[in-house]
């Protein structure tokens, strides 16, 4: 019992810190900016959107003993291209370089202007490498090493900020539909799309540490969860406070990155930025690590390991490191339309498989199901960046960016009944 309780721990720690990380940081912040006097709904929309979600793809996962059985029932081929692409957006196209961006952008331009943008990557990735090259150690190297000290400083930084904070809370909304907002930028951490990828390092994880059958590996993992969930909860809540409280200093113009900066050199003064450059560097650290690990390994396993790990953790590294001088605006700008079009079919793999007695639907339930939500994506964001289809506009949900829900649910149901009424004919 001792061993399950020091073991759930680890992981649940691991996992916090996997989910915490680049977008984690700067996203609550200006939430609770933009919320004003409605920054708690914010909040809650954009936990909702980031860990509520994320929860359902781990327990998605849990079900079907893996992230590969997850999609299987799309075929092999339309599966192992959804795992790649989800991959590779969590991987080294977007996720692994914005970690690098914000590591620099938050961590180092802070304190100084003269180390190069490229040479800090050069040199961000290298660590990543060098702790990724022992893949059974990156839950334990995350878990018992580097969350204590991210927790540590977190919670300096919030203590700090709400006994003493650095102004009052505006008595109304600074934007409208602040509930959007949350939704949209819990969108934007990826969580969803990194759980999909985490699942593997996790569940190997559980079973190195002694949990073989899924039912302890279930218990194990959905105590993890747990655990990491209230952990992020916390740590989210304060942070869009300490944003509510910036009204009488900052308005919605000001960027991301510099309103976190801002506010941390408010609260605890020239000396707070250097505790916040080390936040920031073991969330992004974390992060990566459990990036670059997960992808690695699901690239060996595509390749039946004829390639090996530390190849594909190498050549992620390189690809993040070129990428991610773009800086940390530009990343989430280019990411933004890509989730839109990947996250609704996802999330209705996810959805299916949680709400299906068996592990999955029927495979033309399923195919009608995810096809429908990946083309209703796609025009969506069509509309989003060209204007191109206004009358979608008129969905139910389009604001909050669930427009894709109701066409799929039309098409499922239409299959469930086509199914039905074949079985009783």
Known sequence: MKKL??????????????????????????????????????????FIA????????????????????LTSGLGRKSSTALLCIITLCIGPLVAVPRTAATTYELSIKPLTSHIPAFAFSI????????????????????GKILTPGLLIGLLILIVKGILSPI???????????????GIQAGYQTLDVLALIVFGVIILKTADEKGYHTQKEQTKIVTSSGMIACIG????????????ATAFSIFRTEINRSTLIISIVKNILGQPGLVIFSVVVALACITTALALVSSSAEFFTELFHEKISYKYFVAMICIISALLSIVGLDAIILVASPVLDIIYPPVLTLILLTLLWRKNQ?????LHAAVTSAFIMSILITADNL???????????????GFAWVLPMLICTGICILLETWQHNK
């Open 5 to 46: 309780y020091k073991d759930t721990l680890v992981i649940g720690f691991a996992l916090f810190s996997m989910l915490f990380g680049a977008g984690n940081l700067i996203f609550p912040p200006y939430l609770g900016l933009e919320g004003g006097s409605a920054w708690f709904t914010g909040f809650i929309c954009y």
């Open 232 to 243: 992020l909860f916390l740590t989210y809540i304060g942070l869009a406070y300490l944003g």
């Open 361 to 365: 639907p029927s495979k033309l339930v």
């Open 167 to 181: 102004g009052e809370i505006s008595d109304v909304p600074l934007v409208s539909h602040v509930a959007d907002k």
């Open 386 to 400: 060209w204007g191109l289809l206004p009358m979608i506009q008129h969905l139910p949900f389009y604001s909050i």
């Open 50 to 69: 980031d860990v509520g979600l994320a929860l359902l793809a781990l327990l998605a996962i849990l079900k079907c003993s893996g992230s590969k059985k």
């Open 123 to 142: 040199a961000f990735f290298l660590l990543i490498f060098i702790l990724c090259i022992k893949e059974s150690a990156v839950v334990d190297i995350v």
